[in-house]
C-alpha cells in the first residue's frame, strides 16, 4: 500500500496504523527524530533505519538512538546511490524491508520526493510505503485518467525493475524483496 500524506498529524496518524511490532522501517528525512521515535515504539521488536543529510539531525538523531536501542541513524543523501547500496547492504541482515517512510521536506520537492520513493522502494520493495509530500497530494487529487494502472504492495509493481539503479541490480539483493 502507498499513501500520501502532507499534514503532519496525518503523517504520523498513519505510521502508527501500517506499522506492525516486528517491521523494519526505512525513513528518509527524519531531521530531529520526532516522527523516528513513534516508529521506534511501534515496531519494539523491529527495526528503525532512519536517514537525513542534515547536520541538526545528525545532532538530535545522536540522543535518540542513545534511548532506543532499535534506530539505526545514518548521516547521508538519499539521492545518491551509494546511499541506497549502504541500507539495502543493511537490510540483508534484517530480512529486507517492511515499510519506507519519505519525507524530504513536506512542503516542497516533489520532484525529488517522487524520483527517491521511485527508486528506493523499486530496489527495497516494501510492504507498505508513506510519502508526506504537497505537491505530491495536489497532483494526486488535480489529476485523473480513463486508463487504470494499480499497484498493491508499497511499491510500484507495474513499473518491475526499472528504477532499481544498475549497480544495485549487479548486487542480486532481492528476489521477491531483498530477503
Ligand atoms: C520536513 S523535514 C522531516 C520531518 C520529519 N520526517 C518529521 O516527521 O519530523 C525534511 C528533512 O529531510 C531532509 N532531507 C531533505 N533532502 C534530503 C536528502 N536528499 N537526503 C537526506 N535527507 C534529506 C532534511 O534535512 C530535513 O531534515
Request: aromatic letters at 6%.
Amino acid at each position: 500500500m502507498i499513501k500520501i500524506v502532507y499534514n503532519i498529524k496525518i503523517y504520523r496518524e498513519v505510521l502508527r496504523d501500517v506499522i506492525r511490532k516486528d517491521d523494519v522501517v526505512v525513513e528518509l528525512g527524519c531531521h530531529l527524530g520526532n516522527s523516528t521515535r513513534i516508529m521506534a515504539d511501534m515496531a519494539p521488536e523491529g527495526r528503525i533505519i532512519a536517514l537525513d543529510k542534515s547536520d541538526e539531525a545528525a545532532d538530535s538523531m545522536k540522543d535518540i538512538t542513545g534511548l532506543h536501542s532499535n534506530i539505526e541513524f545514518i548521516k547521508a543523501d538519499a539521492r545518491l546511490h551509494e546511499t541506497l547500496e549502504t541500507v539495502a547492504l543493511k537490510l540483508k541482515d534484517h530480512g529486507g524491508c517492511d515499510v519506507l517512510s519519505v519525507d524530504l521536506g513536506g512542503g516542497h520537492y516533489p520532484d525529488t520526493t517522487f524520483k527517491v520513493f521511485f527508486i528506493w522502494s523499486s530496489t527495497l520493495r516494501p510492504r507498505d510505503t508513506i510519502i508526506r509530500n504537497r505537491g505530491l497530494l495536489d497532483f494526486l487529487h488535480s489529476s485523473s485518467s480513463s486508463e487504470v494502472i494499480k499497484s498493491w504492495e508499497g511499491w510500484l509493481e507495474s513499473s518491475g525493475g526499472d528504477g532499481v539503479p544498475p549497480r544495485l541490480k549487479e548486487l542480486n539483493l532481492w528476489s521477491t524483496n531483498i530477503k
